[in-house]
């Protein structure tokens, strides 16, 4: 009895984050480029009370009597299948169809990798994020510049006055993982390589490393199925309540054991 009590503790326990990791998803529903996470799950060790294959006679061996001790939390992942793309129709607005991640400079000088295609410029005309972290590789746009067009392939071009033909300024670069699931998310729309993610591989949008291509004047929507996470926000409740009832189970036998001594 008391061994059912702290493992259907172990499950509320579980189920608290999975609520948790549900709550984040649902909150950041309407965050560009944001990546839905998952929250896995493990068994704890097992008491053998007889231990399988054990001999029971000569010709026959049991097949063994074990109690589990519980759950725990694995791990998280990250979900990577594409968002929605929704016109903006601002030209530095991107979105990525496919695969792939922008590259940015952190001002520690270390490189970030984000989804969310929601450029601007700072004060030099470098394209920057909505927090100042510029592009890799560095990107600037004259100040006179009338016109900014990127094809799908990342190249950025600017129209000049009193010219007809535009002018090429730079190449952007998208950077993928062999395991793009495995990265740490910073906050801020920011994600860093682990070792489960890989290092990352950078190359032209469109490539041949499965990058996926640049849709100028739209922006990615985030990939949370909010009537999936709905569901998911019920059978963690309906877990955590079954839970609750076993402690309450335990407890109540407990208590008529305690009573036989009266």
Known sequence: ?????????????????????????????????????RLQFKDMIYQNLVTPGAAQSESTVSAGLQIGLG???AATEVIQTQGDLNQTSNPLDLAIEGGGFFPVLLPDGTTAYTRAGQFQLNNQGTIVTADGNPLIPNITIPVTATAVTITQYGVVNAT????????????????TFPNPGGLNNLGGNLMKPTLTSGDAVLGNPGGTEG????????????????????????LAQRAYESNSKVIKAADDMYSQVNNLTR
């Open 71 to 73: 759950t725990k939390s």
């Open 211 to 234: 990058l996926g291509t640049l849709q100028q004047g739209y922006l990615e929507n985030s990939n949370v199925d909010v009537v999936s996470m709905f569901v998911q926000m019920v």
């Open 160 to 175: 000049m006055p009193g010219q007809t033909n535009p002018q090429q300024l730079g190449q952007i670069q998208l950077a």
């Open 1 to 37: 009895m008391i061994r059912a009590l702290y493992t259907a503790a172990s499950g509320m326990s579980a189920q608290q984050l999975n609520l948790d990791t549900i709550a984040n998803n649902l909150a950041n529903s309407s965050t560009a480029g944001f990546r839905q996470m």
